[in-house]
């Protein structure tokens, strides 16, 4: 077992690691084998105070410190996670059930994201506009807002910590970090280790492990943090922006999604049939983006459905340790028993079951199912595990009808042999994003990276990033007198 899990199970706060002062403890634990990984005390509302009142004091400072010097700590922030990727690989693997396939997509996109943070360091901070006044010069300054709280899921734990952690950071800002109770070490630990490790001074990132039962809305509500930035169910989300809007504050929010990969009557259906087992079955299903529906246009509908559950049933069940492992566990038994219900409740309601998958603990072999009633429920929620709806469809009206048939407008994505005919659908479907003739999971950073609807709000990566953890100051300055009318 990785040191990890020994070394890092506690509170990093103020450039310390102390264990918090909760009454209980959070157990994290392997969801493939159940062995117990660390345990660690929660912190409580005033740990949370503290690791804010932490991040405000040594931001003053890391807002002066300059561009060049902020993205050295990223560049040396990247090259540890280089270094480590054996060992945060296996903790990948361990906390979160996670293939080694995913984790090393996982590790790719984080050092995307560390890479393209420390170039965010260099952007302009200042631009001068023109006045319609005379001698008189517009200045526009570009600042941090100050201290961001960041709250991530347990999916990508890592990823999704980094993606706004290391940009707040390269931007000037002092962070808090909350991870998900499931994957403390890969979420929030590790995160803060390899900062610590790379030179960031103390006090500007800060990790608290703990729970709303401890906490209540303590870290959405604290007077510090200007942004929260969070990922995760819509349901908490929804939470997360009232609170959040109640004391004026900004949220990015990253939540679920109901994707659907399209197969048009053009499609090369080999091709297609890739995509969408991939796009559905990546991390068991445990990804924002992945198609919950598999939309098939009817004229290739049986060519399609027998490529694509032969090659769903080759897909290889277990040990997440194993290399050749493809469907690892779900994150705990809890979400095996939802999925499993899923199915029970799909086939009640009339679903043709092509395949149904068996659970054993927190292992769910995958399900495809097909002639699911078009007003069912199931068709238009998330499904955050290895289950696949099969919909044929008769022409593009349709297609574009059913998947936009959802509150959710995450992605999604469309095979087609006419490009320009996939991105006219695509430019029809309610989404913030959709992909043409490729899969449905995809996040590159310096594209905007968000949802409409019930998907979320604002935008990550990039430019966007940079407009969600500054803010725009004016300062005008007048050459010569100004002329009143009185």
């Given at each position: ?201 103390g006090g500007l990132l800060n990790v608290v492990v ?12 604290h007077p510090v943090p200007k942004v929260i930035s ?175 048939d959802t509150p959710y407008g995450l992605g999604g ?74």
């Amino acid at each position: 077992m990785s040191s990890c899990f020994t070394d890092l199970a506690q509170q990093y706060i103020d450039g310390e690691w102390r264990p918090g002062s909760g009454s209980w403890d959070i157990i994290d634990f392997n969801p493939y084998d159940d062995e117990k990984l660390a345990s660690i005390t929660i912190a409580t509302a005033d740990e949370v105070d503290l690791a804010y009142r932490a991040a405000a004091r040594a931001q003053k400072q890391w807002a002066e410190t300059t561009p060049h010097a902020r993205r050295a700590i990223l560049e040396k922030a990247l090259r540890l996670v280089e270094e480590r990727e054996a060992e945060i690989t296996e903790v990948l693997v361990a906390e979160l059930g996670g293939t080694r396939l995913k984790a090393g997509f996982e590790l790719h996109l984080v050092k995307e994201f560390l890479r393209a943070s420390a170039q965010l360091a260099l952007r302009p901070e200042e631009t001068i506009l023109p006045s319609p006044a005379e001698g008189k010069e517009n200045r526009l300054y570009r600042v941090p807002v100050g201290v961001v709280g960041v709250i991530s899921p347990f999916n990508f734990p890592f990823l999704l910590s980094v993606k706004s952690v290391a940009p707040a950071l390269a931007l000037g800002n002092g962070v808090v970090l909350k991870p998900h109770q499931n994957t403390p070490i890969a979420g929030g630990a590790l995160v803060a280790k390899v900062f610590e490790d790379a030179g960031l001074p103390g006090g500007l990132l800060n990790v608290v492990v703990t729970d709303i039962a401890e906490i209540g809305d303590a870290f959405i509500e604290h007077p510090v943090p200007k942004v929260i930035s969070f990922a995760g169910s819509d349901a908490v989300g929804r939470h997360v922006a009232t609170v959040c809007a109640a004391h004026f504050k900004r949220v990015v929010l990253e939540m679920g999604g109901n994707s659907a990969l399209v197969v048009l009557d053009d499609a090369d259906v080999d091709y297609a049939v890739d995509a969408a087992v991939f796009s559905r079955y990546v991390h068991q299903g445990q990804v924002c983006m992945a198609a919950n529906r598999v939309l098939v246009d009817r004229s290739v509908a049986e060519e399609f459905t027998e490529k694509f559950v032969a090659k769903v049933r080759s897909l290889k069940v277990g040990d997440p340790r194993d290399p050749q492992t493809v469907i690892g566990p779900v994150i705990n038994c809890a979400q095996a028993s939802a999925l499993t219900g899923v199915v029970e409740q799909a086939v009640a309601e009339g679903a043709r079951a092509l395949l149904r998958g068996e659970a054993s603990g927190t292992l769910l072999s995958p399900s495809v199912l097909t002639d699911l009633p078009a007003d069912s429920a199931l068709l238009r929620q998330e499904v955050f595990g290895p289950v696949a709806f099969l919909i044929p469809f008769d022409g593009e009206e349709e297609a574009v009808r059913i998947v936009n048939d959802t509150p959710y407008g995450l992605g999604g994505a469309v095979h087609t042999a006419d490009v320009e005919r996939g991105v006219a659908f695509a430019r029809r479907i309610d989404t913030g994003m959709f992909h043409v003739n490729d899969g449905t999971v995809h996040d590159e950073p310096l594209v905007p990276f968000g949802g409409e609807k019930h998907s979320g709000l604002g935008r990550l990566n990039g430019e966007a990033t940079v407009d969600a953890f500054t803010t725009i100051k004016w300062i005008s300055v007048q050459h010569g007198r100004s002329a009143f009318p009185f």
